[in-house]
């Protein structure tokens, strides 16, 4: 299985970018789907979480509101929709999933990570 995440770019305050993460391989009924950033000098930081066989969702108290994640299962997609995007969004952002059961908001409890794509948030 390998994932593919897409999407980034540059964005002005205020405005919206849509990250995608395709996939590759098997399908991932079992798994629970993440996104994850990283700025420079800093750890990586979780965002927020799908099931791939469900709806419940769960965001970082910062994105809240902002960002919106969403899978099709068709498509083997995985969404980020980033809204009213602020300079302190920006980072590289991972897709990552990890099997069902574990912590959902510590990166090291994922066991597939694509690689990232970078969000700058500036004017």
């Known amino acids: 299985v390998q994932l593919q995440a897409s999407g980034g770019g540059l964005a002005q305050p205020g405005g919206s970018l849509r990250l995608s993460c395709s996939i590759s391989g098997r399908t991932l009924n079992d798994y629970r789907m993440g996104w994850f950033r990283q700025a420079p000098g800093k750890e990586r930081e979780f965002v927020a979480a799908i099931y791939w066989s469900g709806d419940d969702t769960w965001y970082h108290d910062s994105v809240q509101g902002r960002f919106t994640i969403s899978r099709d299962n068709a498509q083997k997609t995985l969404y980020l929709q980033m809204n009213s995007l602020k300079p302190e969004d920006t980072a590289v952002y991972y897709c990552?999933?990890?099997?069902?059961?574990?912590?959902?908001?510590?990166?090291?409890?994922?066991?597939?990570w694509g690689q990232g794509t970078l969000v700058t948030v500036s004017s």
């Open positions: 990552a999933a990890q099997r069902l059961g574990k912590p959902i908001r510590w990166a090291r409890e994922y066991d597939l």
